[in-house]
DNA sequence: CAATAGGGTTGCATTACGAAACCAAATTAA
DNA sequence: TTAATTTGGTTTCGTAATGCAACCCTATTG
């Protein structure tokens, strides 16, 4: 059958995971956020199928986590940009990373290193954070009762 | 074919779509927060099907994401709980929810909130940020010169 | 002792993915 | 001016992944 969508989930995790939460669409950002924007360079740096990039092209402007925009003259050249929308990924990717880094350390040397265009600093890493800035865990956390999704659906009671 | 896999690649977030890049991998992740921990719960919770759940934790599992505990006496009775590893996906799965919730809303009501256990007040959006707390967008970063990766196999020259 | 719950496995139909070939418009090279 | 190349796709086809339902075995409950 058909893979399951969940467009209509009350889970927001989900309705994220339907627009960008398949092997490639990731990535495709990730490579967008690098500066790429050609057909042909996702298409090289991603080593991705063409029918398949052109997809989740597709998908990702529908989805307006990319832009398409035609370039040259007379049609006939496109270029690819991060939309607001797909920009505000950032954070998700750079959690990604970090989690990447600290967990499956790359075979071949140094993690990719960001630095801070202000003054050259690495960044910090990424956590959840109270208001007030203290680091929060998992189990810090918690729903208030009266939000408390009803279980079956898609979410279940507490956290933590 | 067979699907792309990144076991390899130099590219950590890549890596790390690779253990949980695909539809079900982090929504499982999800619900083991929420405190699910039994194969019946997880399977009714997300309503997926009985051997993709079976592959999925297995995966997570052999990722170290999840670990597997025999509960009860005799055996016969497991359980899937979080590792350090799979906590450590919070600030993934939070930035994810974030962006969810700001770009597709949910069709009914509002967004789960969550609080800070400890004054009830509600959590910081999720945010890159420099070493002394600025926030960091995609183009207030970069990758210094001599790191650059090699264009061609899976990262591209600059970010910005 | 029968019924049910927990945790899987197996078979089968449907769908998605990947590789390579093919295509057409627009550039560039000769 | 014609031929080759680049860009952005679509088509075809074989393989892999998904979903559903049915089945299995071991505990526990009634």
Redesign the interface.
Known sequence: MA??RFD?S????????N?V???WS??IV??A????RRFV?FQ?????ARNILCDRLARLVDN?VLQKVEVGEHGSRQEYR?TD?G??????????????????????????????????????A??????D??E?????????EE?V?E??S???????
Do not use: H
């Open positions: 893979r399951k209509d009350n889970c927001s995790v989900a309705r994220a995971l627009e939460g398949d092997w990731l990535l990730l490579q956020m690098y500066g790429v360079d090289q740096e991603l080593g991705i307006e991060l929308k920009r505000d990924l950032f954070p998700v990717v750079i959690a990604l990373r970090q989690w990447g880094d600290k967990w499956n350390p790359s075979p071949d040397g140094a993690p990719l290193n960001l630095r801070d265009r202000e003054n050259g600093q690495p960044i910090r990424m956590a959840v954070q109270s208001m800035g203290r929060l865990t998992v189990r810090d956390v918690y729903v208030p939000d999704p279980t079956g898609q979410n279940a009671g507490s956290v933590g």
